[in-house]
């Protein structure tokens, strides 16, 4: 009887699954790492990992929700980030976290025009995009880190840009709750929202009914690459040091985020709580492969391994509640 | 009598207490973790994990841990490093990669009281600035370059290989701090000497470099020692002087190849009687000595008041033998895949 009530929600939400999937997570970790991993420097520790990368993920689930991908983000995430300590030392940091952030959303223009203008599918202008940006990061560092040193990262600024804790919590977790909220609002409640889920069920079907498609097209992917610049920025600010590396890979771990969080990839269905949550279930993954030391040769598989387990039993709820 | 019964009480107490003692110290049990940049794609790696190994076997009362990733970036470092706090370890080695990033989660860790060794790379800033990690075990760029310099010059007045008329140290990264200090190190032993002394900046490319090289020989032909601050790039110096016809095997005339490392390609050329000498830095040293270190720090309260350096250790054609099959043991197969002579 209790299935059977669970179905219908279940149904209407998608985020349910990755949900059930992060308590199971974390009541397997909890038990079983002897409090390496249940403690609050971890916890801390994840939660900050997550703030920067479901910023990213909230933008991919965007460009997801039209139907398109987005796999440069890990590069406008590094570009943010050296452009945010190149300036941050010249001028205030807060004007220079604009900056680094304006920056990442005119990388998600250039990428947003060149689909919707050219119709080059998405994936080939992103990985163009992800290399260039790579190489730019690569080439403005010379091989070398841009950074500010530890005393010298104090102020408001700082510490509010991922520079500090409130209560052992990064402060980069603010700005995932601000995007969090802001964005549902607009999914809910503007027209936008509606547009974009139209133009990602059906682009023939959105046209149809007077949706600007390649307009929609364009906004998510600037707002993409403004939030994967903020990510940036606050990971920079948490680190107070960026290379050529900086970002590199999460784009994967973004798609992946969305994907495990609900998200379609042919487009028109998306949950944002679901690609945070699913940024979360990464993070704890990870963090509990390290805390219970895992050997760097078989990191990756079996950071792998559990992931598709997870994907697979976030699946496999879904076609139950659909039967 | 009283005071015979007294002493001997006295001495029984004394004695269960010291066994006592012994006892809780052997009951002591440590959990230390090395949170490395080198991942299980170097081979390099083997060396630290293998001198941990050895530390466990020795101390069954510690438990080592070494995390590391493939996928090396400082971000992803700092990661591991919170990571590895968080578990609330007894002892943290730790390479200082970037001062500036893993200052603010080494600070947190001393707070928490987890002591921490830096190891192979050091915070560079003075004592009082830096991070206050019990001790660095490592090398030390600059007088990589010295002793190496040094050791020519003992070879050159022994009549093994040709005084120094000129010196270029071929580097590969031209704003690389440690690449720099061991060029320093190099002209600083070379002083004196009347030889001319030049930096060159070679690239990390093949070709590239070659061209540079071949150009600086020609355009100063009393260039008669290479020393080449990557290992991988001695064999492109050694080619280049061949090709010029310069002679540049181990003997008394034309040029001399010295390079760092005891990597198998520098052990190599000095096999093939191409390269004079090479160093060590104590790969194997910077993962046993900072566990010892932590061991002795809360067994014995010990806290090292300097750096502790393990190289440079001069390799060549004398000790090749025993370096070659030190280095195969921890390479294995891939040492003569990375022979590129």
Not at chain 1, 203 to 224: D, L, P, Q, W
Not at chain 2, 104 to 132: K, M, T, W
Not at chain 2, 326 to 331: D, T
């Given at each position: ?287 509990y492969l390290i805390v219970m030391s895992v050997q760097p040769q078989w990191f990756v598989l079996l ?21 | ?341």
């Amino acid at each position: 009887m209790p299935s059977l009530a669970i179905k219908p929600l279940v149904r209407r939400h998608t985020e349910i699954g990755i949900v059930l999937i992060s308590i199971l997570l974390v009541l397997v970790f909890t038990a079983t790492s002897e409090g390496r991993w249940a403690n609050a420097y971890n916890i801390g520790t994840i939660l900050q990992v997550t703030a920067t990368l479901g910023l990213m993920s909230l933008g991919v689930a965007l460009v997801i929700g039209t139907g398109e991908i987005d796999i440069s983000v890990g590069s406008t995430f590094g570009i943010a980030a050296i452009i945010y300590l190149w300036l941050a030392v010249r001028v205030d940091p807060a004007l220079a976290a604009l900056v680094a952030v304006a920056a990442g959303a005119a990388i998600g223009a250039f990428n947003g025009v060149l689909i919707a203008r050219t119709g080059t599918p998405s994936l080939i202008v992103t990985l163009g995009s992800l290399m260039i940006f790579r190489g730019l990061a690569i080439a403005l560092t010379s091989g070398f880190a841009i950074s500010i040193p530890y005393k010298e990262r104090g102020g408001f600024s700082y510490f509010i840009l991922g520079g500090d804790k409130i209560y052992n919590v990064n402060t980069g977790l603010i700005w995932l709750a601000a995007a969090l909220i802001v964005l549902t609002l607009m999914l809910r409640y503007m027209a936008w929202g509606n547009r974009l889920l139209a133009v990602g069920g059906s682009v023939e079907s959105a046209h149809s009914r007077g949706v600007r498609v390649n307009r929609t097209k364009i906004s998510a992917f600037i707002i993409c690459g403004l939030l994967a610049g903020l990510g940036g920025v606050l990971e920079a600010g948490k680190l107070g040091s960026a290379d050529g590396s900086m970002g590199r890979l999460m784009e994967l771990q973004a798609i992946a985020a969305c994907v495990l969080g609900g998200c379609l990839l042919a487009g028109g269905r998306i949950s944002l709580i679901g690609a945070i949550m699913g940024a979360f279930v990464l993070s704890s993954i990870q963090s509990y492969l390290i805390v219970m030391s895992v050997q760097p040769q078989w990191f990756v598989l079996l950071l792998g391994v559990i992931v598709v387990v997870a994907a697979l039993g976030v699946r496999s709820l879904r076609r139950w509640a659909l039967r | 009598m009283m005071k015979t019964s007294k002493f001997a009480v006295a001495a029984v107490i004394a004695s269960s207490l010291m066994i006592g003692g012994a006892a809780v110290a052997q009951d002591n049990e440590y959990r230390f973790v090395m949170v490395s940049h080198i991942g299980s794609n170097d081979p390099n790696m083997k060396w630290l994990t293998l001198s941990l190994d050895e530390f466990e076997s020795r101390y069954p009362n510690v438990t080592t841990e070494y995390i590391s990733t493939n996928n090396y970036s400082v971000q992803e470092h700092v990661r591991l490093l919170e990571q590895a706090i968080s578990t609330k370890p007894d002892g943290i080695a730790v390479p200082i990669v970037s001062t500036d990033a893993f200052e603010g989660p080494l600070r947190s860790a001393v707070e928490q009281g987890i002591p921490v060794v830096a190891f192979n790379i050091p915070d560079s800033r003075p004592v009082g600035e830096r991070i206050p990690y019990l001790t660095y075990v490592g090398g030390d760029e600059y007088l990589t370059g010295k002793k190496l310099g040094e050791f020519a010059l003992a070879e050159a007045e022994a009549g093994n290989i040709p005084a120094p008329t000129g010196v270029v140290c071929a580097s590969h990264d031209a704003a690389h701090q440690g690449l720099k200090a061991r060029c320093q190190g190099m002209m600083d032993a070379m002083e004196g000497t009347g030889a001319a002394f030049e930096e060159l900046f070679i690239s990390a490319e093949p070709a590239t470099a070659r061209s540079t090289l071949q150009s600086y020989l020609q355009a100063n032909p009393e260039t008669n020692y290479i020393f080449t601050v990557a290992s991988w790039s001695s064999p492109w110096a050694w080619g280049v002087a061949n090709d010029m016809g310069l002679s540049p095997d181990v003997d008394n005339e034309g040029v001399t190849v010295i390079t760092v490392d005891a990597s198998p390609v520098a052990l190599a050329g000095i096999k093939r009687g191409s390269v004079l000498a090479t160093n060590s830095q104590g790969f194997w040293l910077q993962g046993y000595a900072p566990m010892e270190w932590l061991y002795w720090y809360h067994e014995l309260g010990y806290e090292p008041q300097s750096d502790i350096l393990t190289g440079p250790i001069i390799v060549d054609a004398s000790n090749i033998d025993h370096w070659e099959a030190l280095v195969r043991n921890i390479f294995g197969d891939a040492y003569d895949e990375q022979d590129t002579w």
